[in-house]
């Protein structure tokens, strides 16, 4: 059974894998700057909805109506290297909508 893990992380380990030459890429910087903006546009929106829900990643103990964590969903805004795909997690069951600001300003 896999263990689930923000997106974040597996664009970390990417980045990491393409820094120490684990993973080859012909595209070389361009696919540096991809990774680092991926890693950056997805972890804001985890950061935003941890401190939404008061709590960490899959951490239990919510308090009624601070929601929870219910998948995620997906983007693509255009870059200079191109369309980065990200994740950004959902919450529901929370009181009052959750809307990410962050990502309100990427497109």
């Not at 993973?23 to 991809?34: C, I, M, N, P, W």
């Not at 972890?43 to 939404?52: C, G, L």
């Amino acid at each position: 059974m896999s263990q689930r893990m923000p997106a974040s992380m597996s664009t970390h380990q990417s980045l990491s894998d393409l820094i120490e030459g684990r993973l080859s890429s012909r595209y070389g910087r361009g696919e540096l700057a991809r990774l680092a903006t991926q890693l950056i546009v997805e972890k804001a929106p985890e950061v935003e909805s941890r401190d939404a829900r008061g709590r960490a990643y899959y951490e239990h103990g919510a308090e009624s109506g601070q929601g929870w964590c219910n998948g995620v969903r997906t983007g693509r805004p255009k870059t200079a290297e191109g369309m980065i795909e990200y994740a950004a997690p959902q919450i529901a069951g929370r009181d009052e909508p959750f809307r990410s600001d962050i990502r309100g300003h990427l497109y």
